[in-house]
Structures are given as structure tokens and as C-alpha cells.
């Protein structure tokens, strides 16, 4: 990773809501702290005392394993305490609102709560009801910022950096927060980012993200130096606007044929689960130019990082 | 807070030659070094431990393993101090287990960061040995930790502050005894 | 009891008058305006530097009684509307149940006697329950005493039963208050369809799903001859619509409300459920389009479409928190501000958008100063600041997204029907 000794913190935040609220020097400043804590995760004893008596609760209203694993395992890499709480939304079911649950939350002195939610703006909110600490770990159509974090601490492990790079994000970009997060976290950070779809998974106003935006998949992949792959959801937001999986394949589809007149050293990237033969073909998912698997890897690096600067993050921001 | 300061310590040319003298001490202290390593306490003692490591091979015409350790994760007031410290990569690309190891930092004082660097230590293996070796000994240690190898001793009383500067960090070498003054 | 208000700067639009008279009120009428009045009466009102105007006319509000007395009701809807300025305000028929009846109609009027500190303007449905299935009998609730029909909160979405409606609306001279909206176009949409809807990951409600409704209603008014107000105007194409066929002679009126020209879908980043609202806050063009028609007449009034929910139902998720603002104790500092101050319009504009206009729309016996008129006065501080704060609200509902706002001018005594319900900012009697 970077060289550059940094000696003075740039962190001044107790919530980590999206990529959208951070500065370039802060999102480099996570990915050089995630560099710091990769070399904790490839140790024998992967634990250091870093968060000793504080507890991070992972509250999911959504379904999640991966995601929810990997916090977990952050957290507890830290040495901090880790409670898991499961719950469903709704607005029809009259339980315990996002803002009472929090405040419930935050009565148990808990330090940091790691949030995913089916409704977009779930973190801001409760980030502001709340004195603890908030991390979204995706939040409806918004942001998932740490997967974006991931992407780029992976890319740039790759390619050594992320500057000037061609980054095409291929797939749902409507109803995706990985799209969203990573259009915010690589332009900041310089790279040239394309985004593809067909037209109507590509929603209003995208353009002012500062991508560039395309329904012809060759135009996403010439020049690229590494293609993001979207999960397309069948089951929900994608269906609507393209009723066959085998029609998305045909066109959009990640395929070794496809990538032939790419880069040889072209990165491809996912942030899973795949659906094979959706958006990618196997021979690509399990390629020489797939990253996929360690981006779950640096996935914990990227999340111990994250829940270390929001938890000692110091001064009044909180 | 500003710091005033009160007398220099040390010069380039005296840092050097504690330096020396050090890498000598080391050099006579085990009969062989084959199963020595140098790791340095980041930041300044990383530094000092490159400078160490290549008077001994100077010496001994062999290069002992350097390393490089990150003691943040590992503080007892990460969640008291009141600047987010930044946390660096420990660098050590070599196995410590059964392995002789001379801790290296600038200032010794409270003997804080020492047990830190201990616990850090342990948790990437388990080493033969550890010494220390420090630059300054200002005393009044905390914990029970003494350095086996001392640049110098220096008496200093509790509102007092020892900076080491380094050409690697701070474009020159010296140390000086400061005094906190109310700014 | 017999006032006079003395010294004041009277805005009278009706009656073309901007200056300073002294306004006699007997037996809960204007009996005269004029110079230096020097008669006998029981107590005088010094006005001196303040505003004196007929009292205001809101089109648009939802008192919630019956059916949601935990939002707002009638007496604590027109509490606010006379903190706001406000002597008469038009409630809407999305109560429980649907105001579609004429029974429905006389249990609001009975409510509206025993508690209301102001009049109020009763809208029945257009469609009974608002289900737009079948058409209410306007005859019947007009003579209960309803004044415009509306199934505001929805549209008409049948284009040939709305055409059935307004030929009965036509027939039965009652205006028709429509509330634009094509439902599948907007269906879950949440905030104005943009860059913004997009970044923060909502449903956006395109411009389309209102002006392309504003179309067809327009369209239907010019076939039937019925007077056809079109509610809460937030985008420029709208606007444009509405222009044109005011040029063309059909019987259109339009209002829009204090938050589409006062924010943008710019206050909607940060998730505060009380800049939701529908149709959503829109671009910066769009208030520029407001403005300009408010200032050129083709908006003619301003409502405030005051809308009250619960800490409850506003403190949730963005998707889950239902639609609306309340507005009545903010919508007249906000036009004092956004446009008299930045000279959209004089004041005497801004009068006839707040109260004159509206008055005339609905053919209601206020608005105006002339004699004979019922003594429904403001009298208004236009150069005093205050901080909107949320204590200070009256409605029962604290949904306002201008809490914290550095508000200007404030309202000091109102009368209705010739009886001062506040004097120097504090009400006159209790009501329940």
C-alpha cells in the first residue's frame, strides 16, 4: 500500500453515512488506516486490543449474511464486543420506530452501531437521533459505503493507484448503493468513471454524479482498467425494467469473450453474491482477472479501519 | 499548550556516537547475531533501528532482520488521548518465534509504549529474548521496564519534555529538553 | 362593540386603496374607511406604523376533524390560521369520513360553530369517499353549505368521470379544486425526480405526473365551462399550462403554497421528513417559474395547503413518513419575505394573493374592506423578526420545515366578524 507517512489524523467524524459527506483526503486517510490493518489480518493471532470495552451492535433490518459477517469479524478483530440484532421494517407493522429503537440502542451504552436498512437515509437519521457512533452498512437505493471502500482498497492494491483509471460500474445502477457509493468514492478520488446499463436502470440526473453514462456495454469495457459488476436483482427492482435474465446475460453480461478486447490485466470486480450466468459468466467470476475474493479479504481490513476512526474519532463532530 | 525550550541534550555528532556505542554494546552482548533481530517502535525508533541495523552490519559485516512495529492499536489511552492517533502498518517480514529481539524507541520514560510494544510483540509470535535499547532515558517510569542499553540518561522533572528529532523526520538531528509553558 | 383602527397603512385591493385610514367597525361590519374618523366609539386602536388589510383567505387546509383529532382540529386549525392572519381557511374533504355528503357537510359546519376562532370555508368530495368511482351530489352539499369540491390528496384519475364532474360542477356553479396528479406516474415517489432523488436513492415524482393532469383538467374546463382551480402549482410546466389558458379565456385559477417558492428539493438531502410533501419540493427553476407567475398573475392566490401529522408519524424513515407541511402561522412572513421583499410583489399584490383572490375563487363574502363588508381585519407588524420556533406553533402538529427560520412580519390583531380574537399577539378569548 501507500508509502506516505501520515502523522497527523484527518478523522474528525463519528459516522461513516456515505461517501457522498467525506473529502478525498478522508477517504484516503480510511484506505491508508485499512492499509495498516491488512497486515493485522494476514497475522497468526488477527487480534489487537484496539476497541477493548467498547460494543458495536450490527442492526439489520435487512437480510444479510456477508456484509453482517464481515462487520462482525472486524469488530471482533478489535476486541470490541459484538451483539447482532435482526429486525424487519415496515410501515404497516406498528412495532418500535428506526428512532426509538436507536434511542434504546444507545441507553444500552453502546459505542457504535453498524446499520443496514431497506430504506434510504435510515443512517442519517438515526446517526442524528443517536450519540453513538452510526456506520451504514447499506442503506435502500443510497450508499454502501464500505463496500465502495473495499473496491477502491482493492483496486488500488492492484494497480497501485486509483487516479486517471477508466472504472466502468456495469449493471443496476437505479436501484444499486454500490453504484452510488462507488460513483462518489472513485471520481473523487480521480478516477474516469463510466456507468452502463440499459436506459431504464439508469435513473435521472446521473450525469451530474460526473460519470459518464452508456447503454453499450463495448463502449463501458474499451479502455477499461477495471469493470465493477453489479448484482442484478431478479427478485426485486431489477425485473421490472428487464424481464429476461437470459436477454441481460446476452447484452450485459460479463463474458471471457467479452473481455477478450479488454486490457489483459483488466480488474474485474463484484461485490457479491453472484449470480452466475446473470451478469457474469463463471469463467470470469473464477478468472485470472477476478478479484472477487479478496475484496471479501479486504473487506474486514477496510471495516476494522472504519469502526476504529469512527469510535476514537475525537472533537466535537459527534 | 506551547513548548519553551530549555537546554539542548544532545547534537548530531553525540547522537551518533551513543548510536555507535550501542551497536558495539549489542554486538558484545550475544555471541552470535545470527538469532538477533532489530525492531524498531514506530515512529522515531523506526528510524533509529534503520540507523542501528546498518552500524552492525558495518561492524559485523552482516545485516541483522529489521523490523518495524506500530504500537497505536495497542496504547492503554487510545480512547483518553486527545488527538485521533494514526494507526501505521507494523512491518516485520520475518518469523519471531525463538528469535532474539532488541526493541528499539527514542524516549524511554513511563514505560507505557514499552508495554504496548510487548503486547504487540507476543501477539505476532513468540520471541526468544526482547531487549530494549533507548535513545534517552528520562526516568520516571510507571511500570516495571528498564532499557538494557541506554543512550543516555537524562534526569528530568514531570512538566518537562525530551523531543527527539531526526533527520529522517525532522530534517536534523538533536535533542532537547523542553519545558510546557501555558501559551 | 364599535373600534377604530386608527393611523394604519389600510391595503385594500378590492377597492384599490393603499394608504393611511382609519377603519371604523360596527356591528361586525366595516361601516367606514376613510381619513381622520372622529367618531364616537367603544375603544381605539392605534395602528401606527402597521399594516391594516382585509383578514386572509386560505384555500387550502386540512383541519383533520373529523376522523384525526390527534393531527389537528377545527379549533386548534383555526387557532393557528389567526396566529397566521388568517379569518377564513377552505378545509378539505380528506377527513374520516370524506367530507362527500351534505351530512358530512353540516356535522363539519356544527363542529366549525361550537369551536372555530375563525370561519371556515367547507370543500366537499368530488367523488364519494374520494374513491373516484362515483360522483358526490354537489347540489345537495353546496346547499349544506359547501363552497368548492375537491378530492384533494388525489386525482380524478378517470378522465371521463372527471368530465361528468365538472359538467355537474358547471351546472351547480361550484368551482373544482384540483389536486394534479397522475398516481401511476408518481407511484412511491417520495421527492422531486432529479439528480437529488437519484443521489439520495429515493423515488422521484416527475414534473410529468402533475402538469400532464394540469393538462387534462384544463382541457376538461374549456370543454365544460366549469371553473377549474388548480391546487398547489410546484413545477414550470404547470405554470406555463396555466398561462396559456388564462390567454385563452378559460375559467382557470391557480395557487400555489409558501414552500415551493420558499425551498427547493435542495432541503430534501439531509432526510428531514418535514420537507416532504406532495407534489415534492422542486428545482430552483421551478420556484423561479412561481415567482415570476405569481408577480404576472398567472398563480392568483397563495394557500398554504397546511398539513398536519404527528411527531409519530413524522419521525420515521423518509419512505414511511406521510406527505405535508402545516403552514398557516408561517405562509404570510414568508411572502412578506419572498416576495414583497425581493419585489415580486407590492403589497398590495401580496394582499390580493392571500386574500382578496382566494375570496373572489370560492365567491365568499371576505377579502375586501368595502362597507358593509364583515369586519374580517389583519393588522400586521411587517418589519418585526422573530425565530419560528417549535413551541411557538399553535396547530396541534409541529411538521414545519422553517422551525429555526428568522422569520419577519407578525401578525398583532385580527378580527372576525367584527370581534377582536387577538390583541397585540395574544388571543382574545379561549377557544377550546
Redesign the interface.
Known sequence: MTKIALNKSVWKKKDLLGLEYLSKEEIEFILYTAGSFKEVTTRQIKKVPALRGKTVVNLFYEPSTRTRTSFELAAKRLSADVINIATESSSVKKGETLIDTGKNIEALKIDTIVVRHNCSGAANILARSVSSSVVNAGDGWHEHPTQALLDMFTLKEKLGKIEGLKVSIIGDIAHSRVARSNMWGFTKLGAKVTVCAPAMLIPEGIEKFGVKATNDLAEALDGADAINVLRMQFERDSAVAFPSKLEYFKRYGITSEKLAGCGKNIVVMHPGPINRGIEMSSEVADGKNSVILDQVTNGIAVRMAVLYLVSTAKDGQR | MTLKEKSRVMDKDAIDKALERIAHEIIEHFDSLDNVAIIGIK?RGAHLAVRLVSKIARITKKSPPLGAL?I???RDD??Q???????????IDFNIDGMDIVLVDDVLFTGRTIRSAL??LV???RPGRIQLAALIDRGHRELPIRADYVGKNVPTSADEVVEVKLSEVDGKDEVVLCEKAPS | MRYIIKHGRVIDPANKIDGELDILVAGGSIEKAEKSLTEKCDKVIDAKGRIVAPGLVDLHAHLREPGREDKETVASGTRAAVRGGFTTVTCMPNTEPAIDSPEVVRRVRDIVAKDALCNVAIAGAITLSRAGKRIADFAKMKEAGAVAVSDDGSSVADSALMEDALKAAALDAVTVMCHCEDAKLSAQGVVNMGFISTKMGLKGISSASEYEIVARDIELAAKTGAAVHICHVSCKESVELIRRAKSAGVRVTAETAPHYFALTEDCCVTYDTNMKMNPPLRSKEDADALRKAIADGTIDAIATDHAPHTDSEKDVEFDYAPFGVIGLETALSLSIMELVDSKIVSWSGLISKLSYNPAKILGLKAGTLSKGAPADIVIIDPNKEYIYKKELIESKSKNSPFIGWSLKGKVTDVFVGGKRVMEDEEYRQPCL
Open positions: 515512529n506500530d497505536t492499536l495497542y487510545l480512547t488521548v486527545s488527538e485521533q492517533p494514526v494507526v501505521h502498518a507494523t512491518e503486547d504487540a501477539d505476532l509470535g
